[in-house]
């Protein structure tokens, strides 16, 4: 099974940056997508970004504008700036993949990774 691996979390001021990095043991091979998620304490995990295999990106609403996913060969990036508090969260990272035509998609999660946002 594949190993997903984030890395990059910490504490920032309100207003800073951080550029969490997704790493997987298979190097994303039959990659459907990446997204990255979170989760606050007493909330349900939302999805933050997610890239396509085609390269295709979408976001949500309360972080447009401001973080960035891209990738390359090797790590799938989450650039976060002009962070607030309500980013507090553990961040996660998923990747999808399809080993073949017959199988269905696939999601391997990574543990997690804390960004800590003081206001």
């Known amino acids: 099974q594949a190993q997903v691996m984030e890395s990059g979390g910490g504490f920032v001021q309100a207003g800073g940056s951080l550029r969490l990095s997704c790493t997987d043991s298979r190097r994303f091979a039959s990659l459907v997508a990446v997204g990255w998620y979170r989760q606050a304490p007493g909330h349900e995990r939302e999805l933050v970004a997610q890239i396509s295999s085609g390269g295709i990106t979408n976001y949500a609403d309360s972080i447009k504008d401001r973080f960035i996913i891209f990738r390359d060969t090797k790590t799938v990036y989450l650039q976060m700036n002009s962070l607030k508090s309500e980013d507090t969260a553990v961040y996660y990272c998923?990747?999808?993949?399809?080993?073949?035509?017959?199988?269905?998609?696939?999601?391997?999660w990574g543990q997690g990774t804390q960004v800590t946002v003081s206001s």
């Open positions: 998923a990747v999808d993949v399809k080993p073949s035509i017959e199988s269905p998609i696939i999601r391997n």
